[in-house]
């Protein structure tokens, strides 16, 4: 007589060594009828971008053509946008972003007053872009009300960069005055100024024959021995390139002093030498 042994559905497909899934998963594509293809690389690439990136470009084509009124400016920025629920904030700063990189002063300087007005971006890297595009525009008092504003809204918070840049704005302007001020104001706050302010401000001392000023600067503050640098992502600390350049300038300096002290001491000697038998 005859035994048939009873099997489970799951122990008859664990039996089967051709219905187990593979291990490895290959980059095929299964078709309906005519099993496994290959994937092959596309010939043509879509146009067709989706997300903010191409919602930017769009934004900025559309304020490129306009003119400089501001009522058609704001009119095209809001019909822009009225179709959106939430204000595109991401999306206007992306478009600031690549109207920075075509120098696009004006298109800046509008978009940002009107982000602004609608209280949106009220960031700090906001006014800084805001901040540069009036002084490249030629608009040096706008910018100084601004600066005015943010520096007694943020006394104690006030980032270093805000500070550069308006030392920069006055370097190049030859506004001595107004950068002394802003550099006191620095000293005051107890903020230490980048290596490129201290340049700049002693280059004035130097211009204005300042020189006990301009070497108490550097005594005070020296150049770094050390700079951080971003290499393939990561912040990596390498010796200053500069430092020796700076090392032999200042010793160039001491030995002109002490060579010109030397002579004048052998002046001195000379005239007495000269007077002395001269002497009843």
């Known amino acids: ?7 489970s559905p799951l122990d008859f497909v664990a039996r089967l060594p051709f219905l187990k899934p593979p291990k490895k ?8 009828a005519k099993g496994p293809r290959p994937r092959y690389p596309r010939v043509w690439k879509t146009r067709t971008k989706i997300g903010t990136v191409s919602k930017s470009l769009k934004l900025v084509e559309c304020i490129k053509g306009l003119s400089n009124v501001k009522e058609e400016v704001y ?3 809001d019909s822009f946008i009225a179709w959106d629920l939430e ?15 075509e120098k696009e002063w004006k298109r800046i300087i509008q978009v940002t007053k009107w ?8 960031t700090m890297g906001s ?6 595009a009036l002084a490249e525009d030629g608009r040096i008092d706008e910018a100084e ?8 809204d943020n006394l104690q918070s006030m980032p270093r960069i805000f500070f550069d840049r308006m030392i920069a704005i006055y370097y190049k302007r030859d506004m001595h005055d107004k950068m002394f001020e802003v550099f006191a104001d ?3 706050l107890g903020i230490r100024p980048t290596v490129s302010i201290v340049n700049m401000v002693g280059d004035v001392f130097q211009k204005l024959g300042m020189l006990d000023k301009y070497q108490k600067l550097k005594r005070k503050y020296p150049p770094p021995k050390w700079e951080y640098r971003y290499i393939k992502g990561k912040r990596v600390k390498i010796r200053s390139q500069n430092l020796k350049e700076r090392k032999d300038e200042f010793s160039n300096e001491t030995e002109n002093n002490e060579d010109s002290n030397s002579d004048e001491s052998e002046v001195d000697e000379g005239g007495e030498s000269e007077i002395s038998p001269a002497a009843p």
């Open 1 to 7: 007589m005859l035994m048939l042994k009873h099997y």
């Open 25 to 32: 998963v290959s980059n095929l594509v299964v078709c309906a």
């Open 75 to 77: 009119g095209a920025l």
């Open 87 to 101: 204000f595109p904030l991401i999306t206007v700063k992306k478009a600031l972003k690549s109207l920075e990189h």
């Open 115 to 122: 982000m602004l007005s609608k209280g949106q971006g009220k």
């Open 127 to 132: 006014y800084y872009l805001l901040l540069s």
């Open 145 to 152: 009300e601004l600066w005015t504003k943010l520096f007694s």
């Open 186 to 188: 620095m000293e005051e």
